[in-house]
C-alpha cells in the first residue's frame, strides 16, 4: 500500500541549495516549481531565526525572495538559469 502512495505523488519541482556561490549577493537556494501546469523559478536566502517566533534562536530558514513564471524568467534577460544548477 505504501508503494502505491509513493507512486501517485507528482514530482512537482526541484529546491537546490546553492553551495558555489559566483556572488555574495548570489541565491541560497534555486529551483523550478509547477503549480497548476505553470512552471516557476524562484530563488531563496538563507537566514538564520533570532528564536522571537516560531523556530528556536539560530534554527536555519530561507526566505523566498523572488518567484516568478518561467516565461517571463526567459524575457527579462535574468541570471537566473536553473539548468546552471549543480546536481
Known amino acids: 500500500m505504501d508503494q502505491e502512495k ?16 559566483q556572488k555574495s549577493s548570489s541565491y541560497d537556494l534555486k529551483g523550478n516549481i509547477m503549480i497548476e501546469g505553470k512552471s516557476y523559478r524562484f530563488g531563496a536566502y538563507k ?24 516565461e517571463a524568467a526567459s524575457s527579462q534577460g535574468s541570471d537566473f538559469n536553473p539548468a546552471e544548477l549543480e546536481a
Do not use: S, W
Open 6 to 21: 509513493k507512486k501517485e505523488r507528482p514530482q512537482l519541482g526541484l529546491a537546490i541549495p546553492v553551495t558555489n556561490k
Open 47 to 70: 537566514a538564520q531565526a533570532k528564536g522571537n517566533g516560531k523556530l528556536a534562536a539560530g534554527a536555519d530558514y530561507y526566505y523566498f525572495h523572488r518567484v516568478e513564471p518561467m
